[in-house]
Every structure is written in structure tokens, then in C-alpha cells.
């Protein structure tokens, strides 16, 4: 008997490892941000287009692309994942002026808030924070804000309404 379990588990075991290495980022953690996965005109608050957006998922669902193109012609990047080992959402963003931003966070509330390290310059010390909400209609609201070191909101850098594009 005892070796008939022995079996059962030497032939079970692989294919339990085989199903869960199938997709490594299919877990409820790595879709907390499927919620801005598609592709997006972006507004401001005024209502007018800024440019578009199309963000999809790569690598096995274990990236989250972003793939950005202004109105004024800026270009940027961001590779937005999922880090198991800390169970923290990180960004790197890099757009074509050369501006580079890394991020770190994860959902509070059904929003995702994304926070840099402190930067320090001669003058000021400041971190850069990102949240994207879900609307009720499927649009998501982008906020840019610059904190000082107390985490004191001291300006909005963008606002930004996603709305999907029309099929």
C-alpha cells in the first residue's frame, strides 16, 4: 500500500508543477492591474485628447506593457510588473526626451498607487507618485503628483481620463 501512494505522488507531483509553471503570472496578483490593459485615447481634464495609450499584457501575462504617443509627439515606454518575492507593483518608465521614472506600490482600494524613491536635488526633496483609477464606465483617471518628503501633495503634474477606442 505504502508503495502504491508512493507512486500516486511520484507520478502527480510533475504534472501539479507542470499546470502551475504553464502561467507562472496567472494569479489574482498579476491581473490587479488589468484594469488599464487596452487601448486608450487620453484626455485632460478639459476634455481634450492628449494623446493615446495602448497597454497590453506580455511575457505569459507577466508584463504590462505601456505603449505612450503625445499629441505634442513625446514617446515613452513602461513596463509595469508584478514582484512576487516583495508582493509589490513596480513601473519603469522611459520616454524619448530621456526622462526615466521607476515606481513601486500596489493596490489601495481599487486604485493601483505607484510611488518613486525619494529624489533629492539642491533645492528640494520630492517623490513622484502615480494612481490610476477605474471608473464606473470603463474609463481610467491617471493622477501625476509630486509629494515633499512629509508625503504632502505639492503639485499635480498631469491628470489624464482614459477612455477605450472605439472597435
Known amino acids: 500500500m505504502k508503495q ?19 502561467c507562472p503570472c496567472c494569479s489574482e496578483a498579476y491581473a490587479q492591474f488589468d484594469f488599464w490593459e487596452g487601448d486608450w485615447i487620453v ?8 494623446g493615446e495609450n495602448n497597454i497590453l499584457k506580455l511575457e505569459n501575462n507577466c508584463i504590462l506593457n505601456e505603449n505612450w504617443t503625445g499629441k505634442s509627439g513625446s514617446t515613452g515606454k513602461s513596463y509595469n510588473y508584478y514582484d512576487r518575492t516583495d508582493k509589490s507593483w513596480n513601473q519603469v518608465w522611459v520616454d524619448n526626451s530621456g526622462f526615466s521614472l521607476v515606481l513601486k506600490g500596489g493596490l489601495v482600494d481599487q486604485s493601483m498607487v505607484l510611488t518613486s524613491a ?17 471608473g464606473t464606465e470603463g474609463e481610467v483617471t491617471q493622477t501625476w503628483e509630486v509629494l515633499n518628503e512629509q508625503s504632502e501633495v505639492q503639485a499635480i503634474l498631469f491628470k489624464g481620463i482614459y477612455r477605450k477606442k472605439e472597435d
Do not use: E, H
Open 43 to 50: 484626455y485632460d481634464t478639459l476634455g481634450t485628447a492628449v
Open 118 to 134: 525619494l529624489i533629492k536635488t539642491d533645492t528640494s526633496a520630492y517623490f513622484n507618485r502615480i494612481i490610476w483609477t477605474p
Open 4 to 22: 502504491m501512494i508512493l507512486i500516486l505522488c511520484i507520478l502527480t507531483i510533475p504534472s501539479m508543477v507542470l499546470a502551475q509553471s504553464n
